[in-house]
């Protein structure tokens, strides 16, 4: 059974820190990995990965995937009390044509 | 460049009812896929179209149904409604399929409840 999986579930911090969201999925063929940003809105793009070891960066949020230990870390540095909100990841069979999503990690930023 | 768009963000319907719910893709995207996103359940796939068939389904009862018009809009509709099916119903457009891999951009979703 196709499944991705995010940890940790909810997480609070002060502004300043630096946290890691990760993401590991047991995907059929897997295609590219895609990581969002939910606030109580539509969930907004943040990045795609297809490649190993290739990290992707915007401003203080980075990505990196790991196709061969099947996961993927979201870094997010100097937070700040905007980056509130849940980080889904998904992840694209090439079989299924199919994304599939995990539950999410619910960031607190407090001030 | 105007986002998806997804009408009515809100509505409250009786067991039993049936709803209709909207999405306007980004200009030139052909693609619509529809999720549902519950507390428990997360995202979880139902549909994608992609110049007006059908081109994937996930594991959801006969009573989701959508289709796809030739300007690319979409509809889902959800029959004999039961408090299960109250949830976050959001929709993604993308430029091609999603055999092709590009990525998908979400409207603000549709807010059903039954009762």
């Known amino acids: 059974e196709d499944k991705v999986v995010q940890s940790p579930l909810s997480l609070v911090v002060h502004e300043g820190d630096t946290v890691t969201l990760n993401c590991s999925y047991e995907v059929t063929n897997f295609r590219s990995l895609l990581w969002y940003k939910q606030e109580k809105k539509a969930p907004t793009f943040l990045f795609m990965l297809t490649s190993s070891g290739i990290e992707k960066k915007s401003g203080r949020l980075s990505s990196i995937l790991d196709k061969k230990e099947l996961f993927s870390i979201l870094n997010i540095t100097a937070t700040q009390t905007g980056d509130s909100a849940v980080y889904l990841c998904a992840v694209l069979s090439s079989s299924s044509n199919q994304f599939y999503f995990g539950t999410g990690t619910s960031l607190t930023v407090i001030p | 460049k105007a986002g998806v768009t997804q009408t009515p963000r809100y509505l409250i319907k009786t067991r039993g009812q049936q709803v209709t719910l909207s999405c306007s893709p980004i200009?030139?995207?052909?693609?619509v896929s529809w999720y549902q996103q519950t507390p428990g359940q997360g995202l979880q796939f139902l549909f994608e179209?992609?110049?007006?068939?059908?081109?994937n389904k996930g594991n959801f009862p006969g009573r989701f149904s959508g289709r796809q018009f030739s300007n690319s809009r979409s509809e889902m509709n959800v029959s004999t409604l039961e408090l299960g099916d109250s949830a976050l119903y959001l929709c993604a457009s993308s430029l091609r399929d999603q055999s092709s891999g590009n990525t998908i951009y979400f409207g603000e979703g549709s807010w059903l409840t039954v009762v």
């Open positions: 200009s030139g995207h052909r693609s």
């Open positions: 179209y992609f110049s007006e068939t059908q081109r």
